[in-house]
């Protein structure tokens, strides 16, 4: 089944203790990204990778890390978590087509609470 | 990308159709209207996609206007199963730098039974 995993599901951790959030797609997609989703805020891009070894920021990178050594895995890593990080996190993956069927498939997302 | 205006909730009643509509009067040419949805709980989902032409597909059709500037995602029977929140997305394939999903607060869609 073509998909997009994210581990963990739900993560409880205090402030300053790094943690990785992994995501990985069987598809092989070029395209991968991460987005934070807050309440009254909706979901907002953090990360995205085009390919292998290429990555860039989205609208709210401050305070994480993404690394795409291959291309089936895009990790999410919070170097120093802090509380408003406090949120929902969605993996997304896509090909990179010139067509409008480049359609984006989520993971069902990591909750994660910073204490 | 454009910009999309959708309502904020929308009911409904089960085996009832249901008509989503989304305004979009800054799309241009080369922009793909998507819809994606959230069930509770759930990370989002592809719906249907269109450029002019009228789609349909298993889950749902999707009407455009003859101008662009409108869109209706239709629903032909909702089911419980619906209920969720039914994002309008406009996106450009040519312009995959960052190819973000740009998320309003989309149309909380209820169904009751």
Redesign the interface.
């Known amino acids: 089944e073509a998909q997009?995993t994210q581990n963990p599901r739900y993560l409880i951790t205090v402030t300053g203790k790094k943690l990785t959030v992994t995501c990985s797609q069987n598809m092989n997609h070029e395209?991968m990204?991460w987005y934070r989703q807050d309440p009254g805020l909706?979901?907002r891009?953090i990360y995205?990778s085009?390919n292998v070894e290429v990555t860039?920021k989205?609208?709210v990178p401050e305070g994480y890390k993404v690394s795409r050594k291959e291309k089936r895995n895009f990790p999410l890593i919070l170097e120093s978590p802090s509380p408003n990080q406090t949120s929902l996190y969605?993996c997304?993956s896509?090909s990179?087509?010139?067509?409008?069927?480049?359609?984006?498939?989520?993971?069902?997302?990591s909750r994660l609470t910073v204490l | 990308d454009a910009k999309t205006t959708q309502p904020n909730s929308m009911e409904s009643n089960e085996e009832e159709p249901v008509h989503l509509p989304c305004n979009h009067s800054t799309i241009s040419g080369t922009d793909y209207i998507h819809w994606y949805r959230q069930l509770p709980s759930q990370g989002p989902e592809y719906v249907i996609h269109g450029l002019t032409s009228n789609v349909n597909n298993r889950m749902a059709s999707l009407a455009i206007a003859e101008d662009r500037k409108s869109s209706t995602l239709i629903l032909h029977r909702a089911t419980l199963r619906d209920a969720a929140v039914y994002y309008c997305i406009l996106r450009d394939p040519l312009n995959q730098a960052g190819t973000a999903l740009i998320f309003g607060k989309g149309t909380t869609l209820s169904v009751s039974s």
């Open positions: 997009v395209y990204s909706g979901l891009q995205y085009m860039d989205g609208d969605f997304a896509s990179l087509t010139s067509s409008g069927a480049n359609v984006l498939t989520f993971g069902a997302g």
